[in-house]
């Protein structure tokens, strides 16, 4: 009963200086009294009478025991923290002229990415004179993204940041499967979310070209 928090975010009992109320609670029917009914109500159910809508016409009021209903609060907010996904962007350089064997390892690495649930921004970095590879570096981008449409969706298409061809690559959404996959492939192949109580930060995985 009136809780004795010195933070108290919501007003309760006699903090409520509204001529009526509408009250709510579990069992209690939804309806308006005055303030002074509400709050003796509230005592004789041996709980308080917490102002949960302020704004509304009349504020919104329920009959519960303060202490209780800051709990529930936080076990609420708890539960929505612990369903936040974390994505982390991992980043796959590759050279212009990439050997395929090294194309296939990156390749495999980013389909992990994937289906953990990060993002992937994989580039093209032109070092010298290899920005003569341009158009090939832009092919090369194209069909890393090609290779991981069964379960990537292209965010931003290739585009030159200084040295960098840049392209960035994202999960797809659960239930957005190709027309010619089966139910069980749709399944196999659906990114993974993870949970995390860490801060997303960018990790790369490069080799020398």
Known sequence: MKGDNKKQQY?????????????????IESQVISTREAIQMAEQMDVDLVEISPNAQPPVCRLIDYSKFLYQL???????????VKIEVKEIRFGPQTAEADYAFKLKHAQEFIKDGN????????????????????????????????????????????????IMLAPKKLGQPKKKESAKDVQKDAPKEIQSDTDSEDTSLESEE
């Not at 936080?74 to 936040?84: G, H, R, T, V, Y």
């Open 119 to 166: 993002k992937v921004k994989a580039y093209v970095f032109f070092k010298g004179r290899s920005i003569v590879f341009k158009e090939q570096g832009e092919v090369l981008l194209l069909r890393f993204a090609n290779d991981l449409e069964d379960i990537a969706k292209v965010e931003s298409m290739p585009n030159m940041e200084g040295k960098k061809m840049i």
């Open 74 to 84: 936080k076990k609420k907010a708890k539960e929505m923290k612990a369903k936040q």
């Open 11 to 27: 007003r309760i009992n006699e903090q409520i200086r509204v001529r009526e109320v509408r009250i709510v609670g579990d069992g």
